[in-house]
């Protein structure tokens, strides 16, 4: 990032110092007061050098936006913005969008937060966002505009299921409340709308979150899932794509070892693990546009029939 990124404008209160300077200007000018040239030119020379300050005060600074590794639409999520101070001075009186900071030090690193929410699935591309600054007396602003990056945001997680499907997922998993024992105990933090009677509340209670212990036992579910969307389009398509998200997540909560169908990075398709790949299966709804860009996976596999599900609920 260069200096050349950096703005200074005036605010209100700059706006009124100039508009005073230009009055005293013509009243001086009227009057041929010298005392008056002198105020005039003080609050002229006061803005410019305010405003001098202000891009130095910004200069030497860097910053980066790191998105959610994961985000749902219409689901507020959480914008990291990192500062990096690289002329071993202080910074003073940074601020990004509602968070601010009192100064940076010599050498030293801030992180900003601010929420955002994207009101439906897709690829975003960020670029309005900026750090700024009203040093030293708020005459002038000075802004440093941030490199553009790009987020996945996928569809809304569906919380009401086809039966069948709702059907399948809750037999698949088992749970019980105490014992440590088995391959596939886990252990991992609560989330809201689990069932909080699994909360483990002796190990909780040494931290500072709520750690639920599950033993998922695999009941016949199946360990490949391809989601067909033969014959839906439009709204109807979105709403799949919701339930999907919906499954996915609930089987990736519950431990599940199964793998989905979807796109990877390259474009190519491939068999994604939900718990070690669920970022990358958030990626590929966000941007699969209909069902005729997805090839049929060759080998044996679970095809879940989104028109049969449909046409039976």
């Known amino acids: 990032m260069t200096k050349a990124g950096i703005k200074v404008r005036l605010t209100f209160y700059g706006k009124v110092a100039i508009f005073l300077a230009v009055f005293l200007l013509f009243s001086a000018q009227n009057t041929g007061n010298n005392l008056l040239f002198l105020m005039s030119s003080c609050f002229i020379a006061a803005v410019f050098l305010f405003g001098g300050l202000g891009y130095k005060n910004l200069s030497g600074v860097d910053a980066i936006l790191e998105p959610p590794e994961v985000v749902y639409a219409d689901e507020p999520a959480t914008l990291k913005c990192f500062v990096y101070e690289k002329e071993n001075r202080n910074h003073y009186s940074l601020g990004f969008e509602e968070d601010f900071a009192g100064q940076i030090s010599s050498g030293d690193a801030l992180m900003f937060k601010t929420s955002f929410k994207a009101p439906s699935r897709g690829r975003y591309h960020l670029c309005d966002f900026c750090i700024y600054s009203l040093f030293p007396f708020g005459l002038t602003i000075s802004s440093l505009k941030l490199p553009e990056t790009e987020v996945f945001v996928g569809p809304a997680r569906a919380k009401n299921l086809p039966a069948p499907v709702d059907k399948e997922i809750g037999g698949a998993i088992q749970k019980f409340h105490s014992g440590k024992d088995g391959e596939y105990w886990m252990q991992k933090h609560y989330q809201t709308g689990e069932d909080a009677s699994l909360i483990n509340w002796t190990i909780s209670a040494r931290s500072d979150s709520e750690w639920v212990l599950l033993k998922a036992q695999n009941y016949g579910f199946p360990e490949k899932l391809y989601f067909n969307f033969s014959g839906i389009e439009g709204e109807l398509f979105e709403d799949c794509l919701e339930m999907v998200m919906g499954i996915i997540f609930r089987l990736r909560n519950a431990g599940s070892s199964a793998f989905v169908w ?44 989104f028109a049969d599900l449909l046409q039976d609920s």
């Open 262 to 305: 979807a796109e990877q990075l390259n474009g190519d398709y491939n068999w994604l693990s939900i718990s070690d790949n669920y970022s990358l299966l958030v990626r590929w709804l966000a941007k699969v546009k209909n069902a005729a860009e997805i090839p049929v996976p060759s080998g044996e596999c679970k095809g879940i029939e």
